[in-house]
């Protein structure tokens, strides 16, 4: 039975072990009608999240719940209510979209049609091309076409803007704050924080198989403080220090600003992942 008021998704202590990497304790409660950025350097953690999430490989541990659901119980609505978008999605390059389309719709009941050509339309799609003449940026407005027709209310996309132009990205982000204003939601893991600083309600940040941080944007920002330096770090800063990063003309430090609130500037989400990426380096 379909559980509306349900979180659209829930993970609770997610473990995976390999030899050489251990995801640790990944939890998370998704709110519905919002955007998530999830970010972390290369080898955080964050795939092998997406993967376990997605059941594209067998945690060690933990439990995933899409809207109160389990996978293994309810697969079919599952994968009806969640769409998953990725820049490293590939199709028949040669097939017309039109057809990709009709073989897609047939494995969904309840394929919307109408919306189909909705969202062609808005995205300036056109079904009678092939995906060897899209862009990277078209091919995820296809991909979004896609899950959105056959009623996705949950996105999960993966470095949809890597590798696209400033003007793709920003369409892009404009699509999905009009997709967040309908009702969906949406987890979003990328590298390009800047485009989460446009759009994001809330940061979980991963770092080395653990969640260092989960909070709204906008206190995760304010949470820090950027001190540049012109020479040496002083003493005294040196003792608060979180991590430290070399300029042309010294250095800049990044402070908790509970320890110097009338100190530097807020960071963007670039700078506060590289100076807590340096943490284990400061002298």
Known sequence: MTQKNKAPLSVQGLCKYYDSFRLEDVSFTLKEGTITGFIGRNGAGKTTTLNAILTFLRPNAGEVRFFGLSMGEHADEIKRRVGFVSAGMSYY?????????????????????????????????????????????????????????????????DEPTSGLDPVSREELIEIFLSLRQAGK???????????????????????????????????????????????????????????????????????????????????????????????????
């Open 185 to 283: 939601t949406i987890l979003f893991s990328t590298h390009v924080t800047s485009d989460l600083e446009k759009c994001a309600d809330r940061i979980i940040f991963l770092r080395q198989g653990r969640i260092a941080a989960d909070r709204p944007y906008r206190d995760f920002a304010a949470d820090y403080r950027l001190i540049a330096c012109d020479g040496p770090v002083p003493a005294a800063l040196s003792a608060l220090t979180l991590g430290v990063c070399p300029t042309r003309d010294g250095a800049t430090v990044l402070i908790r600003a509970a320890d110097g609130p009338d100190q530097g500037r807020v960071p963007t989400l670039d700078e506060i992942m590289i100076h807590l990426e340096k943490e284990d380096d400061t002298p």
């Open 93 to 157: 390059t040669m097939k017309k979209l039109k057809t990709i389309t009709r073989v897609c719709a047939s494995f969904y009941p309840q394929w919307d049609q109408a919306a189909y050509e909705k969202y062609m339309q808005k995205f300036q799609l056109d079904d009678s091309k092939t995906p060897a003449a899209l862009s990277n940026g078209m091919k995820i407005k296809y991909a979004l076409a896609l899950a959105l027709s056959h009623g996705a209310e949950l996105l999960i996309l």
